[in-house]
């Protein structure tokens, strides 16, 4: 049984990876209108912040609040990124599914294979 949960668990990331690789690519801007679709999202890295709680936000676009897209790790995930505040300035991209929050684009950042530096 516990063969068979971890094929099913390494079989839905390959899925959601094969996904994000496949994702149309959009600048921060466009985000807004492709909520709901997976999608690789691409600028420049304009602010990288925590929160209190340890949840981390990649800001493109501007730096908090005037920023137009985000994207966001939650802290439980946190432990798997490294040197987050070195993509400032730098051309990034992040796939995932694009979902509004707060009147804001954001993909919500599960793994660093979703992170590519450009």
């Not at 949960?5 to 990876?17: D, E, K, N, P």
């Not at 999608?39 to 908090?64: A, D, K, L």
């Not at 790790?73 to 051309?91: E, M, P, R, T, Y």
């Amino acid at each position: 049984m516990r063969h068979v949960f971890q094929f099913i668990s390494a079989l839905g990331v390959a899925l959601f990876l094969t996904t994000c690789v496949n994702a149309e690519t959009i600048g921060p801007r466009e985000a807004a209108q492709n909520i709901g679709s997976y999608s690789t999202v691409e600028g420049v890295v304009s602010q990288v912040s925590r929160s209190r709680n340890g949840t981390t936000f990649i800001n493109f676009g501007g730096r908090f609040p005037n920023h137009v897209f985000y994207g966001v790790i939650f802290k439980k995930h946190a432990h798997k990124f490294q040197n987050l505040d070195g993509l400032v300035g730098k051309s990034v991209a992040i796939g995932g599914t694009i979902n509004l929050y707060k009147g804001k684009p954001q993909i919500i950042v599960f793994s660093p294979e979703q992170i590519t530096q450009r």
